[in-house]
Nanobody, 121 residues
Framework: QVQLVESGGGLVQPGGSLRLSCAAS????????VGWYRQAPGKERELVTR???????VYTDSVKGRFTISRADAKNTVYLQMNSLKPEDTAVYYC???????????????WGQGTQVTVSS
């Protein structure tokens, strides 16, 4: 029943910005930890950043100071603000969320469908 819907990807010039969104469907749920991953052509999927239920964050070195993960729990949504984008940031970005289903009192991991980010002149 739970779906993660990603949006916000697109084509941007180097130095530009994008904000990705990851929204969980349903009303009887809450989001625990969330991670943003990316996969470039020919490369392994890598963790970009994550945020815990308490708000603690981790970033891979290549995006520190440029990307910011945040959450809006009232909207069951997590954001990835991407500034000073570089061509090497080009990839499909995926949201992964551990979602707590209140009526089951149980948690499960879900993946978004991915959104393409292309940084090019």
């Amino acid at each position: 029943q739970v779906q993660l819907v990603e949006s916000g990807g697109g084509l941007v010039q180097p130095g530009g910005s994008l904000r990705l969104s990851c929204a969980a469907s349903g009303s009887d749920l809450s989001i625990n930890a969330v991670g943003w991953y990316r996969q470039a052509p020919g490369k392994e999927r890598e963790l970009v950043t994550r945020i815990s239920s308490s708000g603690s964050t981790v970033y891979t070195d290549s995006v520190k100071g440029r990307f910011t993960i945040s959450r809006a729990d009232a909207k069951n949504t997590v954001y990835l603000q991407m500034n000073s984008l570089k061509p090497e940031d080009t990839a499909v970005y995926y949201c992964n969320a551990n979602v707590h289903l209140r009526f089951l009192d149980s948690s499960f991991d879900y993946w978004g469908q991915g959104t393409q980010v292309t940084v090019s002149s």
